[in-house]
């Protein structure tokens, strides 16, 4: 079950204190070896109360999942590092990346929303697990990883221009996600897709019948 409501303009944001949003998603299918074991806090991680736990809750548990957006901010970007090279001694690239404040907000108001949910439910017992201040990729995380080339209107703002063609080079064109200039609150493979065709579309009808820039700075 996905709960969409939250997610970016779908509400009225008037004093919440941020920008954007994202989906709740509760599931309860699927049993992969270990995420599969859904037991109370403090059970043993092995053993006999452990097995009684997990034969108890198999079947009676629930797990629910916010998926937020993410907007550029100048505390996030990506460099040359200046210790780490590749094998041809090229400086390797270097992604320096956190949670901001907006981001914090967001996520709270989401879980706020969520542990309504489950309150209404009246389950017999449940964790919460806010975002932590740092970004971790432990435990697993849903990430969609964006930007880096991104899509604008002139060189001075982007890579690319709205057919995904690099403004320094007309004959190069950049597909996928990187050419996001912020990252919605659903995955981006939809979008990527779209986006991918409508370049594509261009490249067949106009620019192989006339090569040069699509967009005029």
Do not use: C
Request: net charge positive; charged share 15%.
């Amino acid at each position: 079950m996905v709960i969409d409501d939250f997610n970016n303009a779908n509400f009225d944001h008037a004093g919440l204190g941020f920008v954007g949003g994202g989906y709740i998603i509760a599931s309860s299918g699927g049993s992969p070896p270990i995420n599969g074991r859904s037991v109370p806090e403090g059970t043993p991680a092995w053993g006999s109360q452990w097995k009684r736990e997990t034969v108890k809750w198999y079947y009676h548990s629930m797990h629910f999942n916010t998926q937020g957006s993410v907007y550029g901010h100048r505390d996030n970007y990506m460099d040359l590092d200046p210790t780490y090279r590749d094998a041809l001694g090229r400086p390797l690239l270097r992604l320096t990346y956190n949670g901001t404040d907006n981001d914090h907000a967001m996520s709270r108001y989401l879980l706020s929303r969520v542990e309504g949910v489950i309150k209404a439910m009246a389950p017999a017992h449940y964790e919460m697990r806010p975002r932590p201040k740092n970004f971790t990729i432990v435990p697993y995380q849903s990430t969609h990883n964006a930007g880096g080339t991104i899509m604008g209107s002139s060189p001075g703002n982007s890579v690319v221009n709205r057919y995904l063609q690099t403004w320094d080079a007309h004959n190069l064109f950049v597909m996928g996600a990187s050419t996001f200039p912020q990252q919605h609150g659903y995955n981006p493979t939809g979008t990527l897709g779209a986006l991918a065709l409508w370049s594509a579309d261009k490249i067949k009808n106009s620019y192989l019948k006339n090569p040069g820039p699509l967009v005029h700075a």
